[in-house]
């Protein structure tokens, strides 16, 4: 059983700063990426950022400049930093984890951006 926890979501002005962190624990096999998606209301889900293992990272160009995504081998965990936030950024993020032993996602975290 494998579960990823994501924690960090909230309410921010425009302008702002969150960090968003996914834990994933369990029986886990071979990593081979993480990321973050998104779905506003009413939209698609979106893929944000991803991280391979070996440190390769892919952003939307609409994140670009202003979003981070980093993470601890480790601890099998990934961050997403966000600073200067938008309103358009508002939605719930999801972690997602590529892995030998299939793909996992999160339960979301709520990202509202306040204008």
């Known amino acids: 059983q494998v579960q990823l926890v994501e924690s960090g979501g909230g309410l921010v002005q425009a302008g702002g700063s969150l960090r968003l962190s996914c834990a994933a624990s369990g029986s886990i096999f071979r990593i081979n990426a993480m990321g973050w998606y998104r779905q506003a209301p009413g939209k698609q889900r979106e893929s944000v950022a991803l991280?391979?293992?070996?440190?390769?990272?892919n952003y939307v160009d609409s994140v670009k400049g202003r979003f981070t995504i980093s993470r601890d081998n480790a601890k099998n965990t990934v961050y997403l930093q966000m600073n200067s936030l938008k309103p358009e950024d508002t939605a719930v993020y999801y972690c997602?984890?590529?892995?030998?032993?299939?793909?996992?996602w999160g339960q979301g975290t709520q990202v509202t951006v306040s204008s």
């Open positions: 991280i391979t293992t070996g440190g390769t990272t």
């Open positions: 997602k984890m590529w892995s030998g032993g299939g793909d996992y």
